[in-house]
């Protein structure tokens, strides 16, 4: 695959990259919180105006996240894959942070708000369980590699023997998502969602 643009979402600022011949060239992330509509539009630009020709795919972070982040990068993806031709292929937002860590075996931790984790655990690098959502305190006795803010699971200092807490990075998740090459199986771009939207019913 020559050229690819990656988007994620899923998390509270928003992430693009893009790869051609095998190189990164655009990684970046916003710098609003809760801003994704607002902020994508000139990094997907900024990031097309660095590969010599339209790319061969995009690549979008399907969650679990909040309802309207996710839904800007995934329609924004299928708006791309529609205009230039070419496959949107979908991934676990959860698959790219574990990936900062080759190998990784342990939990993979990100804020879903209300006092609650969307987690996963993986096992030599493969999820072997979830993604899911749980209360902190459900996930507060973790044990083993944690990979995630150790704010988010109620103990900062993580002095708990036998556990350790991996910080992930936005940028890193970028390079991760623009350097993804086992997609064969990626077709799904539905967003996990594992949760209702963060909005009230109305009243009449």
Do not use: K, N
């Amino acid at each position: 695959m020559s050229g690819l643009i990656a988007i994620d979402t899923s998390g509270p600022v928003p992430v693009v990259a893009a790869r051609e011949a095998g190189s990164l060239r655009y990684a970046e992330v916003g710098d609003q919180p809760r801003a994704h509509a607002e902020e994508i539009g000139p990094m997907l630009l900024a990031a097309r105006e660095l590969l010599t020709a339209a790319p061969a795919a995009v690549v979008v972070g399907r969650g679990p996240g909040a309802y309207t982040g996710l839904r800007v990068g995934i329609v924004a993806a299928r708006t791309l894959g529609w205009a230039w031709d070419v496959p949107v292929l979908g991934i676990c937002s959860l698959d790219v942070l574990a990936a900062q860590s080759p190998g990784f075996t342990g939990t993979v931790v990100t804020d879903a708000r209300r006092g609650e984790l969307y987690w996963a655990r993986y096992r030599a690098g493969s999820r072997v369980e979830g993604p899911g959502v749980a209360g902190r305190d459900e996930l507060g006795g973790l044990s083993g590699p944690v990979l995630g803010d150790a704010e988010l699971i109620g103990d900062p200092d993580r002095r708990r023997a036998g556990t350790t807490v991996l910080a992930p990075s936005a940028l890193a998740s970028a390079a991760v998502l623009a350097q993804t090459t086992d997609l064969a199986d990626a077709q799904d771009t539905e967003p996990i969602y594992l949760r209702r939207p963060d909005i009230g019913a109305s009243r009449g």
